[in-house]
């Protein structure tokens, strides 16, 4: 059975006071969501604080991005997992559309940091997602099935326990354009074919596969009904409590 996972991905919003105050109110609005674990990831200079602020509870925090290497050194402006990891974290987003769009983010360094953060002991969430130039051109499973074979290659089946995988395509992101629940399935059961055919059936039974672009609290239980669909990956909408809490507590 695949534990759903709800994560909110506050990108560069929210100063630290803000961040913190929508953390605290999250808490007892989502205090009773059992059915899924909840994720917040505020900016890096916030997650200290926050980790902090929502210790006991059933929220936990990821950041945005890490770096490629745990090894401390000459890397200006970068962040260590294991330092992630220090500043009270349990999960690392990489490989945003965002990062792969406008800061460099490619196959190969989405997978130098997933085994970096997997060494840190940081659980991975692993973004793959299409344009929609290539979704109109038919090329969309072969693209989200380069980015995972890319991606993921060389972790074992241990360290697959340790990734999510997030589904979004950019073209739904912060767009107000959702893929409709069918679509979601379709390609969600496409990403756990490529997850069997690269790391077996068991792992691709077990991987939790989060969808992501423009879920909200009104189209957040069709997709969550579809089979493949563990999750979201939530922008816009997770960052207001209420709106986030709503999305969390789909059921
Ligand atoms: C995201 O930032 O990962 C995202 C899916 O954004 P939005 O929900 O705003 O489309």
Known sequence: MRKPVIAGNWKMYKLLSEAVDTAVALKPLVANANHCEVIIAPVFTALKTVADRVEGSNIKVASQNCAAQNDFGAHTGEIAPVMIKDAGCSHAIIGHSERRQFYGDTDESVNKKAHAAIAAGLVAIVCV???????????????????LNTGLAGLTVADMERIIIAYEPVWAIGTGKTATPEQAQEMHS?????????HGNEVADAVRILYGGSVKPDNIATLMSQPDVDGALVGGASLEADSFASIVNYK
């Open 129 to 147: 997602g299409e344009h929609l130039s290539e979704r109109e051109s038919g090329n969309a499973n072969s693209v989200v099935a380069g980015q």
């Open 190 to 198: 496409h990403i756990r074919q490529t997850v069997a055919a690269s």
